[in-house]
């Protein structure tokens, strides 16, 4: 249980910052920029009314630590959700980013801060995987979210929507598991990666989207240690 009292925060930090309106953005699930997570496993909502790309960054108020890696942003039918899992309890620091899809600036302003209180972690928390700018560019994840040492290795089910891809492939160690396309941007697979339980292996998710189909683009990348 955290009793730690809430760290003080400069003024106008709390809440929408200049952008955030111009942006067509808007909250969703908390109006109030001071949450309570009860859960170490939690999820914030906004909206947006266009294309945006967004970024974060998640800092544990006590000493600074980043956390931003316990953070995965999901954008799908105008919603930006934000999945935490939060490593101990205390006060965190969300700080959220975002520029227009079609802005080629790679600089994103700050548009919402949060400050978020876990109360307890009772909860496993697992390292989200790391994002690559194209799978910011509308793809959606549904499972696995989590790769790990502790979580299940066999059988891995894999479901993602990534847009106007041709091939989509999970790759580890050189050897390439393809995916099926369900229909539209629909992907499927299921595959085993036990035997890689211990031995610190990058697992990616890999698409192609040309007209050359054997040049691929890294989505997302796990990390099995």
């Known amino acids: 249980m955290s009793c730690d009292p809430q760290p003080e925060m400069p003024e106008g930090y709390l809440g929408p910052q200049e952008r955030f309106n111009e942006l067509g953005l808007s909250v969703l699930s908390h109006t109030d920029p001071v949450v309570v997570a009860r859960d170490n496993h939690f999820e914030l909502k906004l909206k947006n009314r266009g294309p945006v790309k967004i970024t974060h960054q998640l800092q544990f108020c006590k000493d600074e630590r980043d956390f931003s890696e316990y953070v995965f942003t999901q954008i799908k039918d105008g919603n930006i959700t934000f999945l935490i899992h939060f490593p101990q309890p205390g006060w965190y620091k969300l700080q959220i980013y975002a520029l227009p899809q079609s802005d080629p600036s790679k600089s994103l302003p700050n548009v919402y801060n949060y ?111």
């Not at 009772?122 to 690559?132: H, T, V």
């Not at 031995?199 to 683009?217: Q, R």
């Open 115 to 225: 400050l978020l209180h876990c109360t307890k972690a009772l909860n496993p928390a697992f390292p989200f995987p790391k994002q690559y700018v194209q799978w910011k560019e509308g793809c959606y994840l549904y499972e696995p979210l989590n790769l790990c040492e502790s979580t299940r290795l066999t059988h891995v089910k894999w479901r993602v929507l990534v847009p106007h891809a041709k091939q989509v492939a999970v790759v580890v160690d050189e050897e390439w598991n393809h995916l099926e396309n369900k229909g539209g941007p629909i992907f499927e697979g299921t595959f085993n990666l036990n035997q890689y339980r211990g031995k610190d292996k990058k697992v990616t998710l890999n698409a192609s989207f040309g007209e050359d189909e054997s040049k691929y683009a890294t989505l997302l990348e796990y990390h099995i240690k």
